[in-house]
């Protein structure tokens, strides 16, 4: 099935969401493991994302211009002695797609309520 | 460049999921292929070592197994099949849906009909295994895919022989029924369901080559 453009998918406004407040908190690029650690903090939920569903709507993301990322230096994840990660960003564009996101929510609400947005 | 892969995980889960994102992204561009095993390497190494501890390995291959349907979805999109016209896809649906009712059918029938359903499911899946596994321009598979579909479909092929022969020759269907659940179980083992079901298979038919030794032994008191 279809969605209609513009429209987002609860995991993609939780993604953009959280690379939002990560942002806010000091945090400019987020890796997928530590989306998915503040998705389930915030959400309270018992699991984290699966890998499948994180790592696909990364990309969905990605495409559409409101992420984009960037694989980490490797010779920082060798000092570090891990993996390297990837690196996303939100884009304006993201931002905006979230914010639009949660105004319709709002509008919906409040129409759903029969009370008139402010 | 492949930083992720070479770097070793440590937990049974992570190895499991680590050789998961092997299989199915065998076949696929080398630049593809290593993007996604990096990105669920890193995600593993970060995971066990935010939560060290028992309960990591079963947390990462729950995560793993939660994803399997978009794991699928996404390597769907990047073979053969997601190149195919609306109705081809639609054929190929319907067909899947029809041999599943049939096994459904079938495995109401007991041994013979549980094996016979599962040779019928194993099969089908290296078929469609075959079928979406990536190609050249010149329809040529670049995948060694073909060759795990061409296993499942020799697995299903034993299976479904050992099932038709065990109520004649018990021992030698028997063992037939065990290699080929060997086989499928071995290839299929990422998916949890897949080695449950050999195993399942194996077992009732190493019952039914007991239950056979034993009436065989009786009858031969008896004589």
């Known amino acids: ?118 | 460049m492949t930083v992720g892969t070479a770097t070793a995980t440590r937990h049974w889960g992570s190895r499991v999921v680590a050789f998961w994102v092997r299989r199915y992204t065998s076949g696929l561009p080398e630049a593809v292929r290593y993007e996604r095993r990096d990105e669920i390497a890193s995600d593993l190494w970060e995971h066990e070592h935010d939560l060290d501890g028992s309960s990591v390995g079963p947390e990462i291959l729950a995560r793993g197994l939660l994803g399997v349907p978009a794991d699928l979805a996404w390597r769907l999109e990047r073979s053969r099949l997601a190149r195919m016209p609306g109705w081809g896809v639609t054929t190929v649906l319907g067909l899947l849906a029809r041999f599943e009712a049939t096994g459904r059918w079938i495995a109401r029938r007991g041994l013979p009909g549980f094996t016979s359903a599962t040779a019928v499911i194993v099969g089908l899946l290296g078929v469609v295994v075959i079928a979406t596994a990536p190609s050249n321009d010149s329809g040529t598979p670049t995948s060694d895919l073909v060759f795990w579909g061409a296993m499942l479909i020799v697995a299903a092929v034993t299976v479904g022989l050992g099932g038709r022969l065990i109520n004649v020759h018990t021992r030698l269907g028997g063992a037939l029924v065990i290699l080929g659940s060997g086989l499928f179980g071995l290839f299929l083992w990422p998916t949890i369901v897949g080695p449950i079901a050999a195993l399942g298979l194996a077992w009732r038919a190493v019952l039914r080559i007991r239950d056979a030794r034993r009436s065989g032994a009786a009858v031969r008191h008896l004589d």
């Open chain 1, 1 to 118: 099935m279809r969605r209609k453009p513009g429209t987002l998918l609860p995991i993609e406004i939780s993604i953009l969401a959280a690379g939002v407040e990560l942002r806010s908190q000091g945090e400019a690029e987020f890796h997928g493991y530590r989306a998915a650690h503040f998705i389930r903090d915030r959400e309270e939920a018992r699991l984290l994302t699966s890998h499948g569903t994180l790592y696909k709507a990364l990309e969905r993301l990605r495409k559409q211009g409101l992420l984009t990322s960037h694989w980490e230096d490797p010779t920082i994840a060798a000092d570090a002695g891990r993996p390297r990660r990837r690196l996303y960003t939100v884009t304006a564009a993201g931002a905006s797609a979230l914010e639009a996101t949660r105004v319709n929510e709002v509008q919906r609400e409040s129409g759903s309520s029969g009370l008139q947005p402010a």
